[in-house]
C-alpha cells in the first residue's frame, strides 16, 4: 500500500526569512512529500512566496490575513477538505510569544489512500529549560495540550489522524507522555535521542522538541517511520550557504491497512 509522506518543520521566523522560505519551497517542490506542516510562518506574504517556489502544493491551508494564527501553514499536494484553527488558553507570564497566539491547525486531507486527519502545532517554548512539572513553562504547556487532546479526541474516530510540530517538550517529559496516553497517541520517533533544535555552544545537547504522532481509525492500522532532514546548509538564491532552520525537518512515512 502507498505511504503517505509528510514533513514538520519550525522554519525560524528571524533573520533572512524570505530567502530561506525560496529555498526550503524549492526543496520542497522536488521532494516527494505529500503534505508539509510549517511553524514560524509568519506572515501571509510568506506564504505566498512558499507558493511561488513550491508550486506542486496547490492546496494551502492557514488562517489570518496579514499575521498568521499560530505561525501555522499546511501545504498539500492533496485536496485539503476543510480545516480550522483553534487558539490555546492565554496564560502567564507575559511575553513576547504570545503575539504568535499560538493553537493548533486541525485539517483534513483527502489522500491517495483515503481521508487523513492533520493536526498542525507549536507550543509555547519553555524559557527556563527546565520541563519539572512545577516548572512555570510546565504548567503552560499542559495547559495547551489539554486543549489539545480535547481536539484530537473529538476528531472522528474513523479517520485516522496525525499529530505534529513543534511541542517544545522533549520526548522523555512527563507532560508529554501524559498527552500521549490521554490522546491515544503513539509516538512515530519513541526512544529516538537524538536532538530535533540544531545544538549551538550556548545549548550544546538540546533535547528532541519536534514529534510526529498518530492515531489509527477505528478497526485499523496506521503505522509510520521517521527520520530528520534539513540539518546541513543549502544554498541560497544569492549563492550564500544558510542552514534553513535552527530545527531540523522531521518527516514520516505513514502506511494505512485494515
Known amino acids: ?9 519550525n522554519t525560524l521566523y ?31 506574504r510568506h506564504v505566498r512566496l512558499l507558493r511561488r517556489a513550491a508550486p506542486g502544493y496547490r492546496y494551502v491551508a492557514c488562517s489570518g490575513t496579514v499575521l498568521l494564527q499560530g505561525g501555522l ?15 490555546y488558553p492565554t496564560t502567564g507570564p507575559v511575553r513576547g510569544e504570545l503575539l504568535m497566539r499560538k493553537g493548533a491547525q486541525v485539517a483534513s486531507v483527502a489522500t491517495p489512500v483515503g481521508e487523513l486527519a492533520v493536526v498542525n502545532t507549536h507550543l509555547s517554548a519553555n ?40 511541542l517544545n517538550l522533549p520526548r522523555d517529559s512527563a507532560a508529554l507522555i501524559d498527552f500521549i496516553a490521554a490522546a491515544g497517541l503513539s509516538d512515530v520517533l519513541a526512544g529516538d535521542r537524538r536532538p530535533t533544535y540544531r545544538p549551538t555552544p550556548r545549548w550544546p545537547s538540546p533535547p528532541a522538541l519536534d514529534h510526529v504522532l498518530i492515531r489509527p481509525a477505528a478497526g485499523e492500522t496506521l503505522t509510520g517511520s521517521a527520520d530528520f532532514v534539513f540539518q546541513d546548509e543549502v ?24
Open 235 to 258: 544554498t541560497l538564491g544569492d549563492g550564500r550557504r544558510a542552514y534553513l532552520s535552527d530545527h531540523y525537518g522531521v518527516q514520516a512515512e505513514l502506511t494505512r491497512s485494515k
Open 14 to 44: 528571524t533573520g533572512d526569512v524570505p530567502a530561506r522560505l525560496r529555498a526550503l519551497g524549492a526543496a520542497l517542490d522536488r521532494s516527494a512529500y505529500d503534505i508539509v506542516c510549517l511553524q514560524e510562518v509568519m506572515y501571509r
Open 127 to 166: 524559557r527556563d529549560d527546565d520541563w519539572s512539572p512545577t516548572n512555570r513553562y510546565t504548567r503552560i504547556a499542559a495547559g495547551e495540550l489539554a486543549r489539545l487532546a480535547t481536539l484530537i479526541k473529538a476528531i472522528d474516530p474513523s479517520l485516522p489522524v496525525t499529530m505534529v510540530g513543534d
Open 73 to 87: 501553514v499546511l501545504l498539500s499536494r492533496w485536496p485539503i477538505s476543510r480545516y480550522r484553527f483553534v487558539r
Open 1 to 9: 500500500m502507498k505511504a503517505i509522506r509528510l514533513l514538520t518543520l
